[in-house]
């Protein structure tokens, strides 16, 4: 650690914070890096210290003493507790979760002290805009769990097989414009990477659309703690009505609309089109929409979101994908009438064919029955749930299916027609 604090430099005092966060988590490599640079600064530099930093010290003298000199002694006491009597170990939880989660609120308290205010929860953003005049559609793009736009959208590096993987048509309903299926991917190098292919892309091949993006933010902990202050979260229903306020100020429904949605983002197309039939001030969204690309999306439920751990609740962004759960299924019923009444819509979607690696196992995130919607184009593709989204490049079978769902979108309204006679 040369030189990596000074005496002068009192920014050093988040370490105390990140300390106890790591404690906390039992994140002990954390820790003792941490730990090791308080002590340099106390011992070597000798700072001066105010009582709002003995105030931060004592909090992470005491969160280590009651972590290190007490763990031990907890574990045979739980564990003896357990095997005679499971009452008062469901007490000794309560007592210590309430403990905990005073120093959590302690933390997050300092926390938004140094760091200022949060983040807001969704936001919309346009990412090409060719002007009032020359645009003919919205190109909206919603991403999944933990996602963004650099994350969920950022060209594909996924390594190619000596033997081409193909998609496989599961169903098709006639509307695609490929005479055949192209290759996943050509053999091309990668000249120029980009981190968001909707930008990027997009105004190359179609030129005349408006490319949107929603972003809105994940609980940092799917499976959090039971000692961990759970924060107010909303809920699909709540945010898929901020997100439809977000559109209405950028005059989304004016102009024919395209959906693409990747994981939980399509189940957030499905609410956003659920609350604008719903509401004659927003029918004009549904009106207009004309075509909705899914890229894996569990209409049914995921089973990850199945998964219960020990001292761990699930954060409600997966409680509301745990697999056919009431109002999961009232979401895909409702969709569906929906759909039956719009019957001009053109649905694709892609399902993954492989396994996902999570931290140290496969896992599969979202199964083949569950995303299927029940109607539209479906194929399988042979990559996992991160890489579906992510198209090798402009030839690639995952991006060339929207640009020729936008094309022959486009010229089924009186705008595109104009636009091809201009342009032919």
Known sequence: ?????????????????????????????????????????????????????????????????????????????????????????????????????????????????????????????????????????????????????????????????????????????????????????????????????????????????????????????????????????????????????????????HNPITWVGHSKGGLFIKQILIHASENQQTHQIIANTKGILFYSVPHNGSPLANIKLPLFERSIELQELVNDTQDIQKLQQTFHEMMNNNKQIQVKSFIETKLTLMKLIYLRIVSIQSADPGFGDLYGVPLDHRNICKPKNRNCFLYQELVNMIHSLTQLTPEGTSYSMHNG
């Open 1 to 253: 650690m040369k030189d990596g604090l000074s005496d002068t430099d009192h920014s050093w005092f988040k370490y105390f914070l990140n300390t106890i966060k790591s404690v906390l988590s039992c994140r002990s490599q954390n820790i003792m890096k941490t730990t090791r640079d308080v002590f340099y600064v106390i011992c070597y530099c000798k700072p001066k210290l105010t009582s709002y930093h003995k105030l931060l010290i004592l909090y992470w003298m005491n969160t280590k003493n009651f972590f290190y000199h007490h763990a031990v002694l907890m574990t045979s006491f739980m564990l003896w507790l357990i095997k005679y009597n499971w009452w008062p170990v469901r007490f000794l939880i309560e007592k210590y979760y309430f403990i905990l989660n005073f120093l959590d609120q302690k933390l997050n308290w300092i926390e938004s002290e140094l760091d200022g205010p949060k983040i807001c929860e969704v936001k919309c953003e346009v990412l090409y805009n060719p002007g009032p005049q020359s645009t003919f559609m919205d190109v909206v793009f919603i991403h999944g769990l933990r996602g963004d736009k650099l994350k969920t959208w950022k060209q594909g590096v996924w390594k190619q097989v000596v033997q081409k993987p193909e998609p496989v048509v599961v169903r098709s309903s006639g509307l695609s414009t490929t005479n055949q299926l192209e290759k996943l991917a050509i053999d091309k190098k990668i000249k120029e990477f980009t981190n968001c292919w909707p930008r990027d892309w997009l105004p190359l091949d179609c030129p005349y659309v408006r490319v949107i993006t929603i972003s809105y933010s994940t609980d940092p902990y799917l499976w959090r703690p039971i000692w961990l202050r759970k924060p107010f979260r909303t809920t699909m229903k709540d945010r898929g009505l901020e997100m439809i306020s977000l559109l209405k100020d950028f005059h989304v429904g």
